[in-house]
Protein backbone atom coordinates (compact mmCIF):
# COMPACT_ATOMS: atom_id res chain seq x y z
CA UNK A 1 0.00 0.00 0.00
CA UNK A 2 2.39 2.39 1.11
CA UNK A 3 4.35 1.51 -2.71
CA UNK A 4 1.30 2.47 -4.19
CA UNK A 5 1.45 5.87 -2.44
CA UNK A 6 4.70 6.40 -3.85
CA UNK A 7 4.05 5.69 -7.50
CA UNK A 8 1.37 8.03 -7.06
CA UNK A 9 2.99 10.91 -5.60
CA UNK A 10 5.38 10.72 -8.19
CA UNK A 11 3.09 10.67 -10.68
CA UNK A 12 1.46 13.56 -9.77
CA UNK A 13 5.31 15.34 -9.06
CA UNK A 14 5.63 14.78 -12.86
CA UNK A 15 3.09 16.01 -13.81
CA UNK A 16 2.94 18.76 -12.02
CA UNK A 17 6.87 19.61 -13.37
CA UNK A 18 5.67 18.92 -17.09
CA UNK A 19 2.80 21.61 -16.37
CA UNK A 20 5.34 23.95 -15.09
CA UNK A 21 7.65 23.46 -17.82
CA UNK A 22 4.56 23.85 -20.13
CA UNK A 23 3.87 27.14 -18.62
CA UNK A 24 7.30 28.94 -18.53
CA UNK A 25 7.38 27.80 -22.13
CA UNK A 26 4.31 29.60 -23.08
CA UNK A 27 5.05 32.66 -20.66
CA UNK A 28 9.07 32.68 -22.85
CA UNK A 29 6.76 32.35 -26.18
CA UNK A 30 4.55 35.56 -24.91
CA UNK A 31 7.40 37.82 -23.65
CA UNK A 32 9.24 36.79 -27.46
CA UNK A 33 5.80 37.79 -29.20
CA UNK A 34 5.88 41.01 -27.73
CA UNK A 35 9.36 41.64 -28.08
CA UNK A 36 9.26 41.18 -31.74
CA UNK A 37 6.29 43.17 -32.13
CA UNK A 38 8.06 45.90 -30.39
CA UNK A 39 11.09 46.07 -32.76
CA UNK A 40 8.78 45.79 -35.63
CA UNK A 41 6.73 48.33 -35.07
CA UNK A 42 8.51 50.94 -33.11
CA UNK A 43 11.90 50.76 -34.79
CA UNK A 44 12.02 48.70 -38.03
CA UNK A 45 8.62 50.15 -39.71
CA UNK A 46 9.62 53.74 -38.59
CA UNK A 47 11.31 56.00 -40.92
CA UNK A 48 14.92 56.82 -40.02
CA UNK A 49 17.06 56.32 -36.77
CA UNK A 50 14.75 55.29 -33.77
CA UNK A 51 15.73 53.73 -30.32
CA UNK A 52 12.83 54.47 -28.11
CA UNK A 53 12.55 53.95 -24.78
CA UNK A 54 10.33 50.52 -23.34
CA UNK A 55 7.63 51.89 -20.82
CA UNK A 56 7.61 49.70 -17.54
CA UNK A 57 4.88 47.71 -18.53
CA UNK A 58 6.52 46.67 -22.06
CA UNK A 59 9.93 45.82 -20.59
CA UNK A 60 8.08 43.49 -17.90
CA UNK A 61 6.12 42.16 -20.81
CA UNK A 62 9.46 41.61 -22.80
CA UNK A 63 10.87 39.53 -19.86
CA UNK A 64 14.64 38.65 -20.13
CA UNK A 65 14.62 39.80 -23.77
CA UNK A 66 14.59 43.60 -22.18
CA UNK A 67 18.50 42.89 -21.37
CA UNK A 68 18.61 42.16 -25.62
CA UNK A 69 16.98 45.74 -26.20
CA UNK A 70 19.49 46.87 -23.42
CA UNK A 71 22.49 46.23 -26.22
CA UNK A 72 20.86 48.68 -28.48
CA UNK A 73 19.73 51.06 -26.06
CA UNK A 74 22.93 51.43 -24.11
CA UNK A 75 25.27 51.27 -27.46
CA UNK A 76 23.14 54.71 -28.72
CA UNK A 77 23.33 56.43 -25.02
CA UNK A 78 26.85 55.78 -25.22
CA UNK A 79 27.54 57.00 -28.55
CA UNK A 80 25.16 60.08 -27.88
CA UNK A 81 27.69 60.46 -24.96
CA UNK A 82 31.33 60.19 -26.03
CA UNK A 83 31.26 60.46 -29.57
CA UNK A 84 27.85 63.09 -31.06
CA UNK A 85 28.04 65.47 -28.14
CA UNK A 86 31.82 66.05 -27.87
CA UNK A 87 31.82 65.81 -31.95
CA UNK A 88 29.83 69.36 -31.87
CA UNK A 89 32.74 70.59 -29.72
CA UNK A 90 35.34 69.72 -31.94
CA UNK A 91 33.01 71.25 -34.66
CA UNK A 92 33.06 74.88 -32.97
CA UNK A 93 36.62 74.49 -32.51
CA UNK A 94 37.66 74.05 -35.88
CA UNK A 95 34.81 76.45 -37.05
CA UNK A 96 36.65 78.57 -39.37
CA UNK A 97 34.80 82.10 -40.26
CA UNK A 98 37.10 83.77 -42.63
CA UNK A 99 40.51 83.18 -44.43
CA UNK A 100 42.63 85.19 -41.48
CA UNK A 101 41.71 82.45 -39.22
CA UNK A 102 44.04 80.58 -41.07
CA UNK A 103 46.26 81.87 -39.47
CA UNK A 104 45.49 83.40 -36.32
CA UNK A 105 43.91 80.18 -35.04
CA UNK A 106 45.87 76.91 -35.87
CA UNK A 107 46.13 76.50 -32.50
CA UNK A 108 42.43 75.85 -32.21
CA UNK A 109 42.70 73.82 -35.36
CA UNK A 110 45.23 71.52 -34.13
CA UNK A 111 43.27 70.79 -30.79
CA UNK A 112 40.26 69.85 -33.24
CA UNK A 113 41.79 67.25 -35.11
CA UNK A 114 43.28 65.88 -32.06
CA UNK A 115 40.15 65.61 -30.99
CA UNK A 116 39.13 63.70 -33.67
CA UNK A 117 41.14 61.15 -32.68
CA UNK A 118 39.24 60.44 -29.15
CA UNK A 119 36.25 60.13 -30.67
CA UNK A 120 37.04 57.76 -33.14
CA UNK A 121 38.26 55.69 -30.48
CA UNK A 122 35.77 56.09 -28.29
CA UNK A 123 33.13 54.71 -31.54
CA UNK A 124 35.38 51.92 -32.02
CA UNK A 125 35.32 50.78 -28.20
CA UNK A 126 31.22 51.30 -27.84
CA UNK A 127 30.88 49.29 -31.40
CA UNK A 128 33.18 46.76 -30.24
CA UNK A 129 31.31 46.40 -26.81
CA UNK A 130 27.72 46.35 -28.44
CA UNK A 131 28.83 44.02 -31.12
CA UNK A 132 30.52 41.24 -28.33
CA UNK A 133 27.21 41.86 -26.27
CA UNK A 134 24.93 41.01 -29.54
CA UNK A 135 27.24 37.39 -30.56
CA UNK A 136 26.76 36.12 -27.12
CA UNK A 137 22.87 36.80 -27.08
CA UNK A 138 20.98 33.85 -27.24
CA UNK A 139 18.03 33.87 -30.02
CA UNK A 140 15.03 31.79 -31.76
CA UNK A 141 15.24 32.23 -35.15
CA UNK A 142 12.13 34.13 -35.55
CA UNK A 143 13.42 36.89 -32.73
CA UNK A 144 16.94 36.64 -34.06
CA UNK A 145 15.74 37.65 -37.77
CA UNK A 146 13.54 40.91 -36.50
CA UNK A 147 16.35 41.57 -33.63
CA UNK A 148 19.27 41.43 -36.11
CA UNK A 149 17.77 43.59 -38.68
CA UNK A 150 16.58 46.05 -35.46
CA UNK A 151 20.53 45.63 -34.57
CA UNK A 152 21.50 46.72 -38.53
CA UNK A 153 19.39 49.82 -38.30
CA UNK A 154 20.23 51.72 -34.91
CA UNK A 155 23.91 50.29 -34.38
CA UNK A 156 25.91 49.28 -37.21
CA UNK A 157 24.69 51.34 -39.95
CA UNK A 158 25.40 54.31 -37.80
CA UNK A 159 28.69 53.77 -36.53
CA UNK A 160 29.09 52.88 -40.19
CA UNK A 161 28.24 56.12 -41.36
CA UNK A 162 29.64 58.03 -38.70
CA UNK A 163 32.95 56.99 -39.65
CA UNK A 164 32.91 58.34 -43.23
CA UNK A 165 32.74 61.79 -41.37
CA UNK A 166 35.83 61.35 -39.62
CA UNK A 167 38.47 61.00 -43.05
CA UNK A 168 36.41 63.88 -44.64
CA UNK A 169 37.02 65.82 -41.53
CA UNK A 170 40.71 65.08 -41.10
CA UNK A 171 41.52 66.22 -44.66
CA UNK A 172 39.95 69.33 -44.01
CA UNK A 173 41.73 69.92 -40.94
CA UNK A 174 44.69 69.04 -42.33
CA UNK A 175 44.06 71.30 -45.64
CA UNK A 176 43.19 74.19 -43.06
CA UNK A 177 46.22 73.77 -41.49
CA UNK A 178 48.24 73.55 -44.39
CA UNK A 179 46.94 76.91 -45.61
CA UNK A 180 48.00 78.70 -42.13
CA UNK A 181 51.35 77.13 -42.50
CA UNK A 182 51.52 78.82 -46.14
CA UNK A 183 49.86 82.13 -44.86
CA UNK A 184 52.48 82.23 -42.07
CA UNK A 185 55.55 81.07 -44.38
CA UNK A 186 54.58 83.87 -46.83
CA UNK A 187 53.04 86.87 -44.65
CA UNK A 188 55.45 89.34 -46.48
CA UNK A 189 53.67 88.64 -49.60
CA UNK A 190 50.54 87.75 -48.28
CA UNK A 191 48.08 90.65 -46.71
CA UNK A 192 44.67 89.07 -45.38
CA UNK A 193 42.28 91.52 -44.19
CA UNK A 194 38.95 89.47 -43.15
CA UNK A 195 37.73 87.54 -46.22
CA UNK A 196 40.42 89.88 -48.63
CA UNK A 197 43.74 88.41 -49.75
CA UNK A 198 46.04 90.49 -51.10
CA UNK A 199 48.93 88.81 -52.95
CA UNK A 200 52.23 90.61 -54.49
CA UNK A 201 54.24 87.58 -55.98
CA UNK A 202 51.92 85.50 -58.88
CA UNK A 203 53.75 82.21 -57.76
CA UNK A 204 52.53 82.49 -54.23
CA UNK A 205 48.87 83.82 -55.56
CA UNK A 206 49.25 80.76 -57.74
CA UNK A 207 50.28 78.09 -54.80
CA UNK A 208 47.79 79.56 -52.15
CA UNK A 209 44.56 79.83 -54.94
CA UNK A 210 45.20 75.85 -55.82
CA UNK A 211 45.05 75.19 -51.67
CA UNK A 212 42.21 77.07 -51.04
CA UNK A 213 40.57 75.46 -53.91
CA UNK A 214 41.36 71.72 -52.42
CA UNK A 215 40.20 73.00 -49.64
CA UNK A 216 36.88 73.68 -50.77
CA UNK A 217 36.56 70.20 -52.26
CA UNK A 218 37.51 68.75 -48.88
CA UNK A 219 34.79 70.56 -46.89
CA UNK A 220 32.14 69.46 -50.22
CA UNK A 221 33.34 65.81 -48.84
CA UNK A 222 32.23 66.91 -45.14
CA UNK A 223 29.35 67.89 -46.46
CA UNK A 224 28.48 64.94 -48.67
CA UNK A 225 28.59 62.89 -45.03
CA UNK A 226 26.81 64.90 -43.24
CA UNK A 227 24.12 64.83 -45.91
CA UNK A 228 24.22 60.79 -45.86
CA UNK A 229 23.96 60.64 -41.59
CA UNK A 230 20.76 63.30 -41.78
CA UNK A 231 19.25 61.02 -43.99
CA UNK A 232 19.82 57.87 -42.50
CA UNK A 233 18.37 59.53 -39.18
CA UNK A 234 15.39 61.20 -40.80
CA UNK A 235 14.78 58.12 -43.21
CA UNK A 236 14.79 60.00 -46.55
Known sequence: MKRAVVRSNALWLCLAFSLLLAACGS??????TAFIGFLQARVLDKPGLRVPTPTADEKTSFGDY?????????????MNKSVSQPMGQVMAKGALRSIADLASRRDDLKAA???????????????????AAHAKLKQPDDL??????????????PAATFKEVFPALDKVFDGALAVGDYLEQNKSKIQVSGSSVSVSDPAVQA???????????????INA?????????RGS
Open 27 to 32: KEAEQR
Open 66 to 78: AQHYAVIADFNEG
Open 113 to 131: KDGLGGLRTALDQELAKAD
Open 144 to 157: KQVYDKAYEKTVSA
Open 207 to 221: QLNKMLQDLNGQSNA
Open 225 to 233: AQAKMQAMV
